[in-house]
């Protein structure tokens, strides 16, 4: 269906990119945006949203782990504002978790080190779509490893650990904080679960290789980690093909999974990452020495389940420029990419920021090849000034 929307003169050439990109796709659509000094310069979507619908500027898109870089930047604005302390023990605000442990602080939950990446037992979809369910479920298991030490990625229990911490501490939980602190200030179209009346404008997806429900050996480092992502029967195999099953479910959509399901379009993404660095609608969301204290790289190297490399490095929460993500913008670059191909960060050296949302996910190797061919070509012209 062609490539729709802007760009300003100087990325004028990026659009012949992204245009080749989705005709390499077989299926579906994907929207980029790119702002740089607060404003728009690259706005661009095309394919299809769903069969037979294009994708338009409004078309919204789960946008999976982009979430846990958005859930990250709202909890570095209560340490901005002095109300946590990432080096607390994580029992000073929450002290149920002395269950799990004492020793863990706030910034051993935000660096993946809570021992929590995957429930033990099996949960419904209603149960994981349940906070308390999760919380409760989390915390009268045995830590998978011991918290504070190692690490490994906690693909959805990261969220909810996370908004358990913002609830104790503030009151709100991270849905509301989103539409607090990003959405309406900034004017974007940004939800940790959806208003129920947007679920048509929500893309499709579709995909190549659903990782899920695969035979694993029970308790197997393999099994852990898939069931990181499946809860055993709440995600099956083939979850996102099927309409209205998995992360094509309206009630996934309206739930609050803010490891997960955030929902946005490609430039309210790069709108929220934007305003990480500089003012965007007018609107600053942290401190120079706050996005510094979010880049500091924490963690690298093989997880607790001694995956070989690249690996990605991690700071407060979110993901940095390394061998296993580059390009980006330069080596200060900070965000979160997504499953399938979704991808959002900001950069303080060229105050510039980008979002890359699709549909049509792609597992394994080429994961994130669409964007990353985007953000070298974005990247040059930076360079050149």
């Known amino acids: 269906m062609g490539t729709h929307g802007f760009t300003a003169s100087s990325f004028g050439h990026i659009r012949d990119t992204f245009d080749t990109i989705l005709g390499d796709q077989p299926a579906g659509g994907a929207a980029f945006s790119v702002f740089v000094e607060g404003e728009c310069v690259i706005d661009l979507h095309g394919g299809e949203a769903r069969p037979g619908a294009p994708w338009t500027a409004d078309t919204l898109s789960v946008m999976f782990s982009n979430t846990k870089g958005l859930a990250s930047i709202l909890v570095a604005t209560l340490v901005e504002s002095g109300a946590v302390d990432p080096d607390a023990p994580l029992t000073q605000y929450w002290p149920e978790f002395s269950a799990i442990s004492t020793a863990l602080t706030v910034r051993g939950l935000m660096e993946h080190r809570a021992g929590l990446s995957s429930v033990r037992n099996d949960m419904t979809l209603d149960q994981v779509l349940d906070h308390d369910s999760v919380i409760r479920e989390l915390l009268s298991q045995e830590p998978l490893w011991e918290p504070g030490t190692d690490y490994a990625y906690h693909a959805i229990t990261f969220g ?4 358990e911490l913002v609830r104790r501490v503030d009151g709100r939980n991270l849905s509301a904080m989103l539409q607090d602190e990003l959405a309406r200030p900034l004017g974007v179209e ?3 679960g959806l208003p129920a009346e947007h679920h048509d404008r929500v893309a499709e997806f579709v995909e190549t290789d659903w990782p899920l429900g695969r035979p694993l050996e029970p308790g197997s480092p393999a099994d852990v980690q898939s069931r990181a992502m499946s809860f055993g029967n709440a995600f099956p195999a083939g979850a996102g093909i099927h309409p209205n099953i998995g992360y094509n479910d309206p009630r996934v959509h309206q739930g609050v999974l803010p490891g997960a399901n955030g929902i946005s379009t490609a430039r309210g ?4 990452w934007s305003s990480t660095v ?4 007018g609107v600053r969301v942290l401190s120079d020495e706050t996005v510094n204290m979010m880049r500091e790289r924490r963690v690298t190297g093989p997880s607790v389940w001694g995956e070989p490399g690249p690996w990605p490095e991690r700071g407060f929460g979110v993901m940095l420029e390394c061998e296993a993500r580059s390009p980006l913008f330069s080596s200060r670059s900070f965000g979160h990419d997504g499953f399938g191909g979704q991808s959002g960060f900001a950069d303080p050296t060229h105050r510039a920021s980008f ?3 699709t549909n049509y996910l792609i ?5 994130h090849t669409r964007w990353k061919k985007l953000i070298g070509e974005v990247r040059a012209v930076l360079e050149k000034g």
């Open 363 to 367: 597992v394994g190797s080429q994961e």
């Open 160 to 163: 909810t650990l996370v908004d």
């Open 278 to 281: 500089t003012s965007t609608s």
């Open 355 to 357: 979002g890359f949302v």
């Open 269 to 272: 993404l790069a709108a929220m």
């Open 190 to 192: 940004a939800w940790i």
